[in-house]
């Protein structure tokens, strides 16, 4: 008996627990006590909420935008650059597989059978392309 009042006892010891927080917004005290940051908008100033904080992200189409990005403080309203590879065998190449043709690594490639294929690549995002005077091509034919 003693040890089902004793557990009953310590079970009914976290509904007295002290409350820490009275929940988003509601300062305990004394208004004028309350020195943390408020947010003013401002429409003519750009203001980076997450500059120098933690950044997460789940997913994102280029890997170029990363959480990141928005923390270090670099202000940029173009969007950045990113490669299209088109090729005879798959069309469109998938996301993961678009450098491979340009990484200079040769286990990774764009492989195709036939007698008559083709790659096209292609720059996209804001301004222009960058200026290319040279390609290698290192092709083989089994």
């Known amino acids: 008996m003693f040890r089902v009042s004793l557990s009953f006892l310590a079970a009914l010891l976290p509904l007295g627990a002290q409350q820490y927080t009275l929940g988003v917004g509601v300062y305990p005290g004394d208004p004028k006590q309350n020195f943390a940051p408020s947010f003013r908008v401002d429409s003519t100033t750009y203001r980076n909420l997450a500059l120098h ?83 290698d091509i290192d092709a083989s034919a089994p």
């Open 53 to 135: 904080r933690a950044a997460y992200q789940s997913s994102s189409y280029d890997y170029n935008l990363t959480a990141q990005l928005i923390t270090d403080g670099i202000v940029e309203t173009k969007l950045p650059h990113w490669v299209v590879v088109s090729t005879s065998e798959h069309g469109v190449v998938a996301k993961h597989e678009r450098e491979n043709v340009l990484d200079h690594n040769w286990p990774t490639s764009a492989d195709m059978r036939g007698a008559d294929v083709w790659v096209d690549m292609g720059f996209l995002g804001s301004g222009a392309a960058p200026e290319v005077d040279r390609v």
